[in-house]
């Protein structure tokens, strides 16, 4: 059983920022990436950053400059740094998680998602 974790969302005023935590427990094999998805009212899920675990990082156009995405292998934890924030970046912020729990094939796992509100 593979369980994520997320803390950190709450409302902040617009410029203000917010550190997201994941931390991934259970029967973990290995990890191939971790990420956050965000959804806004009326829009489709979209990716907002993700990190490989060769430490690769993608980020989402609208976040670049503004967002920080980081993990800590030892902890099976990936982390969100959310800074500048604005109104448009409210939504409800899902962890990710791609990983192997055993030699077979890899599945995603998710966050039960943690709400961001930025107030202008």
């Known amino acids: 059983q593979v369980q994520l974790v997320e803390s950190g969302g709450g409302l902040v005023q617009a410029g203000g920022s917010l550190r997201l935590s994941c931390a991934a427990s259970?029967?973990?094999?290995?990890?191939?990436?971790m990420g956050w998805y965000r959804q806004a009212p009326g829009k489709q899920r979209e990716l907002v950053a993700a990190i490989t675990s060769g430490g690769s990082t993608n980020y989402a156009d609208s976040v670049k400059g503004r967002f920080t995405i980081s993990r800590d292998n030892a902890k099976n934890t990936v982390y969100l740094q959310m800074n500048s924030l604005k109104p448009e970046d409210t939504a409800v912020y899902y962890c990710?998680?791609?990983?192997?729990?055993?030699?077979?094939?890899?599945?995603?796992?998710w966050g039960q998602g943690t709400q961001v509100t930025v107030s202008s």
């Open positions: 990710n998680a791609d990983l192997y729990t055993g030699w077979g094939a890899p599945n995603d796992y």
């Open positions: 259970g029967s973990i094999f290995s990890i191939n990436a």
